[in-house]
């Protein structure tokens, strides 16, 4: 298995109060993605970085920001969180992300999140 | 955008069956797709992944296949177990921000 963690794995907060979720990997991959997962609409990607400091918005972005400072690291963040964000939260890498095999992603354990 | 779809939503079938799960997806131009399952409370664990200019992948009882032309492809199981019981998702890329994912095929082996 690819050395992906979350953390937290699962947390409650409650609604306007900021969340930040991490994601450490082991792998020294060089793309790192942030996606929610929701009934009815799979898997739908947030954020992704394509090296430290390097980072782009995804599908789903609004309300969500990150930050790479370190090759292994990719944080992300609630600024305010609300109830529509409530969802599954899952990381994922991939050495590349440009068509190759070396594209294959990698998914971490997830982490559930609850606004109240 | 990019629409992809898995039919059916769930499937049962007795240990032994092969079977055929599918994907189709609405834009032809696709670097790669790739297949996966999920178990419940689970992350995704990488089954195949099939490069734009191949037809098809294999890994053991798996095999995939991929036209894009008419924006499907099928992964096909054969011998199924009570392990193989999970969701299996297909996801497409089409850039290297430009992911999307089916909503899956939940696989149920019956002993």
């Known amino acids: 298995d690819a050395g992906i963690t979350q953390s937290p794995r699962h947390k409650v907060t409650e609604t306007g109060t900021p969340v930040t979720l991490r994601c450490h990997q082991t792998?020294?991959?060089?793309?790192m993605y942030w996606y929610r997962q929701d009934p009815g609409h799979g898997l739908r990607l947030i954020h992704y970085s394509y090296g430290v400091k390097d980072t782009d918005k995804g599908e789903v972005s609004d309300g969500y920001s990150v930050s790479r400072s370190k090759t292994e690291d990719f944080l992300l963040t609630l600024e305010s969180a609300t109830s529509s964000q409530t969802s599954v939260y899952f990381c994922?890498?991939?050495?590349?992300?440009?068509?190759?095999?070396?594209?294959?992603?990698?998914f971490g354990p997830g982490t559930r999140l609850t606004v109240l | 955008k990019q629409e992809v779809t898995q039919i059916p939503a769930a499937l049962s079938v007795p240990e032994g069956e092969n079977l055929v799960l599918n994907c189709s997806f609405t834009?032809?131009?696709?670097?790669?797709l790739q297949w996966f399952r999920q178990d419940p409370g689970k992350g995704l664990t990488s089954l195949l992944l099939?490069?734009?200019?191949?037809r098809e992948q294999t890994s053991g009882r798996l095999n995939a296949s991929l036209d894009k032309s008419s924006g499907r492809s099928t992964l096909y199981i054969a011998a199924s177990q009570p392990g193989d019981s999970a969701t299996y998702l297909c996801?497409?890329?089409?850039?290297?921000?430009?992911?999307?994912f089916g909503t899956g095929t939940r696989l149920t082996v019956i002993p």
């Open positions: 834009d032809s131009a696709i670097y790669n």
């Open positions: 792998e020294n991959h060089r793309y």
């Open positions: 099939i490069q734009s200019s191949q």
């Open positions: 994922a890498i991939s050495e590349s992300g440009s068509g190759g095999v070396s594209d294959t992603q990698y």
């Open positions: 996801a497409v890329r089409t850039g290297a921000n430009n992911l999307f």
